[in-house]
């Protein structure tokens, strides 16, 4: 007669342990497909300052824009990545002289203030040698922060900001913008500008 509710029991627990189990597997945390390929192809190179404009032009094919400002032309790659999760915008400002900002404005008719235009295809394969100042990875919508950390693992740093929180990379000199749960952009630059705005 003892037997009978010790059985139950064993058998109770072991249930409980099996659905325990199963619901651990079904809410382990999925890491972002591409982000991996990325982090190599893109963000280590550019945190050693040996990032190209024909590193980017290898993963897909984007446009080159010349963006007029007060501060000076900024020179910009644009292209669009496909991931699993949906779209993710590039955009890598080349490091140009002021002699070449000011070329590029006289050669389109520019002047600052005027909207951004988009370069002719030629421009792009003369500058595939260009070095990348930074980049911008801006995320689809709804990309929830915690696979972001999946994939790359924890922040070394984290700061409140006036709109969301920033989780800082600095080995890869990036800096992961989050609206509440959920990631807005990635911005990188070399290790070396990033340890100088620090």
Known sequence: MNKTPRLLFVIVAALFFAWGAWLMRSTEVKPVAHLQQWRDALLLPLADDGL?????QRLAPGELWLQPRPDGARLLYRVTLEGEEGEWLLQAEL???????DSLMAAQGLKSGDTDTVLDDSLSEQM???AIASLTLQAPDALASERLAASLGQPRLTLELAEGQAWVYPQWGLTVHL????????HAVPRKAFRATR
């Open 52 to 56: 190209a404009l024909r590193d980017i």
């Open 95 to 101: 490091v140009l002289s002021q002699g070449q900002r």
């Open 128 to 130: 595939a040698g260009f």
């Open 179 to 186: 609206r509440g749960d959920e990631v807005e952009l990635l």
